[in-house]
């Protein structure tokens, strides 16, 4: 029997609390937070139930959070199933993509732990050498936004590019903070309607994470990938992917490219033709991505572990 599609959450979903449910509620889900701990030595899953929440928020302890978070979701989902749940397609933002081929199987849950870990500690120290951020940006065509980015960045000799593509009217922009200071300043020239900065440690998804995606493609390369059980959408393409050497591929490019999410979501959901999605804690951000980019697309929530009682019977309704 054929699963829902996944959508799996990337930063800025964590909170005090995530996971704790699912690990209290079953044995698979304890298990992932305690296989962590122990991978990482670090008190990953005391950071989730308990905070703080400053510590939990930094880039080095907040993408291996999600990421076992979603993990122990999943099996806990596979507790109650009684049986694994076979995914009909996947797709993850930005961390979450990491996330999705574990849930796929094309990564072992340790190795993806150990490369989210890598991850996040390689955008921290990079965002650390050039400080930089990430603004929000709602109106605007695309291709105004590009214009306006390449002129600032050609004005400011300051990285500024687009980063994420998220849903219709809704993109956001990756710069060093002299560059974002002088694109928010003049967006509205652009058709903006608003552009907020976002409180982000650097500037995800652009040229300042050139030295993070070299150590992180060092450790790709060294790293077992397997033939996913189902198609996986990547961020960089927004193509379905099954094929290991360009799985590793895209993921390289990822810290550096676009997250091409709307454009990803929008061929995930005519692919799907009816069938649900589901998007396991933690947060619900991906949900509402999709009810703006493909109207009428169900997305279950797996947000917290009383959902379990009735998923069962919902994916058994719509197999």
Same mark, same amino acid.
Not at 83 to 89: A, D, G
Not at 187 to 195: N, T
Not at 235 to 249: I, S
């Given at each position: 029997?054929?699963?829902?599609?996944?959508?799996?959450?990337?930063?800025?979903?964590?909170?005090?609390?995530?996971?704790?449910?699912?690990?209290?509620? $079953?044995?698979?889900?304890?298990?992932?937070?305690?296989?962590?701990?122990?991978? =990482?030595?670090?008190?990953?899953?005391?950071?989730?139930?308990?905070? %703080?929440?400053?510590?939990?928020?930094?880039?080095?302890?907040?993408?291996?959070?999600?990421?076992?978070?979603?993990?122990?979701?999943?099996?806990?989902?596979?507790?109650?199933?009684?049986?694994?749940?076979?995914?009909?397609?996947?797709? *993850?933002?930005?961390?979450?993509?990491?996330?999705? =081929?574990?849930?796929?199987?094309?990564?072992?849950?340790?190795?993806?732990?150990?490369?989210?870990?890598?991850?996040? $500690?390689?955008?921290?120290?990079?965002?650390?050498?050039?400080? !930089? !951020?990430?603004?929000? @940006?709602?109106?605007?065509?695309?291709?105004?936004?590009?214009?306006?980015?390449?002129?600032?960045?050609?004005?400011?000799?300051?990285?500024?590019?687009?980063?994420?593509?998220?849903? %219709?009217?809704?993109?956001?922009?990756?710069?060093?903070?002299?560059? =974002?200071?002088?694109?928010?300043?003049?967006?509205?020239? /652009?058709?903006?309607?608003?552009?907020?900065?976002?409180?982000?440690? *650097?500037?995800? #998804? !652009?040229?300042?994470?050139?030295?993070?995606?070299?150590?992180?493609?060092?450790?790709?390369?060294?790293?077992?990938?397997?033939?996913?059980?189902?198609? @996986?959408?990547?961020?960089?393409?927004?193509?379905?992917?099954?094929?290991? /050497?360009?799985?590793?591929?895209?993921?390289?490019?990822?810290?550096? /490219?676009?997250?091409?999410?709307?454009?990803?979501?929008?061929?995930?959901?005519?692919?799907?033709? *009816?069938?649900?999605?589901?998007? %396991?804690?933690?947060?619900?951000?991906?949900? *509402?991505?999709?009810?703006?980019?493909?109207?009428?697309?169900?997305?279950?929530?797996? #947000?917290?572990? +009383?959902?379990?009682?009735? =998923?069962?019977?919902?994916?058994?309704?719509? +197999?």
């Amino acid at each position: 029997m054929s699963g829902p599609g996944l959508l799996l959450p990337g930063q800025g979903a964590q909170g005090v609390g995530m996971g704790a449910d699912f690990a209290a509620a $079953s044995p698979a889900a304890q298990a992932r937070f305690a296989l962590a701990d122990e991978i =990482l030595g670090l008190p990953l899953s005391k950071l989730c139930f308990e905070g %703080p929440l400053e510590e939990l928020t930094k880039t080095d302890v907040a993408q291996p959070a999600i990421f076992v978070c979603s993990m122990a979701a999943l099996a806990a989902l596979e507790d109650r199933l009684g049986r694994p749940l076979e995914p009909s397609m996947a797709a *993850g933002l930005s961390l979450g993509e990491y996330t999705a =081929l574990a849930a796929a199987g094309a990564l072992s849950f340790e190795d993806g732990l150990r490369l989210v870990r890598l991850r996040g $500690s390689a955008m921290q120290d990079a965002s650390d050498a050039r400080p !930089s !951020s990430m603004t929000s @940006v709602m109106g605007g065509e695309i291709e105004a936004l590009e214009r306006l980015c390449a002129e600032v960045q050609a004005e400011t000799g300051a990285v500024c590019q687009v980063a994420n593509l998220n849903s %219709p009217g809704q993109t956001v922009v990756s710069g060093e903070l002299a560059a =974002l200071d002088v694109f928010e300043a003049r967006a509205e020239s /652009a058709g903006a309607l608003r552009a907020v900065r976002l409180n982000v440690a *650097g500037a995800f #998804h !652009s040229e300042v994470m050139r030295p993070a995606a070299e150590r992180l493609g060092a450790a790709l390369e060294e790293t077992a990938f397997r033939p996913p059980s189902c198609p @996986v959408w990547q961020n960089a393409t927004a193509r379905p992917e099954t094929v290991p /050497a360009r799985l590793r591929q895209n993921l390289m490019a990822q810290l550096t /490219a676009p997250v091409r999410w709307e454009e990803s979501f929008r061929g995930m959901a005519e692919a799907a033709a *009816g069938a649900p999605f589901l998007e %396991p804690a933690p947060g619900r951000v991906l949900a *509402g991505l999709a009810r703006k980019i493909a109207r009428g697309t169900r997305v279950i929530s797996l #947000h917290e572990a +009383a959902a379990l009682d009735g =998923l069962p019977d919902q994916l058994a309704s719509s +197999a």
